[in-house]
């Protein structure tokens, strides 16, 4: 009974990621929409990673919109982090062993995506 009460808890743990994710990153694209639509800059004009930082620090919006993209993207890799985190600390080899393919799949598609 207890295994399963603390399984439960690692499901609300995931649900509680994926939606602070996305809560965040809407709050953050909305944040470059308010900022296009008072002439801070064209929402539609992502500048490249290496520009985001003083880009917000400017507060252009489409740096603010890249970054709320961003965030949206990278929800599931921190939901995939924590079950690799949680499988492992249970010792369940076999589902650590699915977190870790599932992570390096998405690393691999995040690479092939930067080519």
């Known amino acids: ?6 399984r439960w808890g690692a499901y609300g743990s995931v649900g509680r990621i994926l939606r602070a994710g996305v809560f965040l ?8 929409l308010v900022l296009a639509g008072i002439g801070r800059g064209v929402a539609g004009v992502p500048p490249s990673i290496d520009q985001l930082p ?8 489409g740096a603010f919109v890249s970054l709320g993209v961003l965030l949206l993207i990278l ?3 921190v939901r995939v ?4 985190y949680y499988f492992g600390k249970e010792r369940d080899k076999v589902f650590t062993l699915l977190a870790f393919v599932v992570f390096l799949n998405l690393m691999i598609g995040f690479g092939l995506g930067l080519v």
């Open 81 to 84: 982090l924590f079950t690799l």
């Open 54 to 61: 003083s880009g917000l620090a400017s507060g252009e919006a």
């Open 1 to 6: 009974m207890k295994e399963e009460g603390r």
């Open 25 to 32: 990153s809407l709050v953050v694209l909305l944040m470059g």
């Open 75 to 77: 929800t599931p890799v």
